[in-house]
């Protein structure tokens, strides 16, 4: 589990915990690891904290390595690991800010894809599940700012990803799907955003938001776990290349 200490990665984790899952909880923040394996021990769970920035070859394939030492096989990847910068327009969103928000969405993405692939290539079974956004499935200015072509662009690639993964190792018993989330509260995804941002521009975004999605209010990460949860399992045994949008109605508008 990448971005395993906060948000979705740790109702992800708390999830996979309660239906017998060991976890390998990787972070780059080192105090979210350890935090959120000591909850998941105190749940009566294997887990262990690993430090890595997913989008460094080294740290992934370490942090692999890591996993493996630990548990001796890897089941389940779930590429949870993302950031968002400031929301701007095109015309306005630096080449710095492109680069960095690419590197962890998309290249971390593929890195621990790949580096996890031939272990579940020598068990011949595995499942993969990405995160993508609704960004990923279209776009959406309610005449500011409110997202960002770069983190659209990069969840629109990690579908692609996924679709591509799931077609070349179907018949090696590998399942790959992805996951595309409207918004949901108690994440950081968002906090770059909060931080430059005024008040009345916060407010403004609030509204934007629950007047475009048709049940009228955020998602909770804790409302994802089923969704996970169904994706890692046997459950989902005829289940690959596919998107789920879970987003309160958003892209059915």
């Known amino acids: 589990m990448t971005g395993a200490g906060n948000g979705l990665g740790s109702a992800f984790s708390r999830g996979l915990a309660r239906h017998g899952a060991a976890i390998a909880c990787v972070d780059i923040d080192p105090a979210r690891a350890k935090a959120i394996v000591e909850e998941l021990i105190a749940m009566g769970a294997r887990a262990e904290a690993i430090v890595a920035d997913v989008s460094d070859e080294r740290a992934v394939d370490a942090a692999i390595a890591a996993t493996l030492a630990a548990f001796g096989r890897i089941d389940v990847l779930i590429n949870n690991a993302g950031i968002t910068t400031v929301p701007m327009r095109v015309h306005e969103l630096s080449i710095a800010d492109w680069d960095r ?17 031939p272990t579940m ?35 629109a690639a990690v579908i692609g990803l996924t679709r591509q993964c799931a077609v070349e190792y179907a018949r090696d018993g590998i399942r790959v799907n992805v996951i595309a989330p409207g918004y949901h509260g108690g994440t950081d995804l968002g906090h770059e955003g909060r931080a430059n941002a005024s008040a009345e521009t916060i407010a403004k975004l609030e509204g934007a938001i629950h007047a475009a999605i048709p049940m009228g209010r ?36």
């Open 121 to 155: 290539l020598a068990a011949q079974r595995g499942s993969i599940v990405n995160l993508a956004s609704v960004y990923g499935l279209g776009g959406f200015y309610p005449g500011f700012p409110a997202g960002l072509a770069s983190y659209a662009a990069s969840k």
């Open 101 to 117: 928000l690419m590197a962890v969405n998309l290249r971390g993405t593929f890195l621990v894809t790949r580096a996890t692939l």
């Open 218 to 253: 955020r998602g909770t990460p804790a409302e994802l776990e089923g969704l996970a949860i169904y994706l890692a399992s046997d459950a989902s045994s005829y289940v690959t290349g596919q998107v789920f949008a879970h987003d309160g109605g958003w892209s059915a508008t």
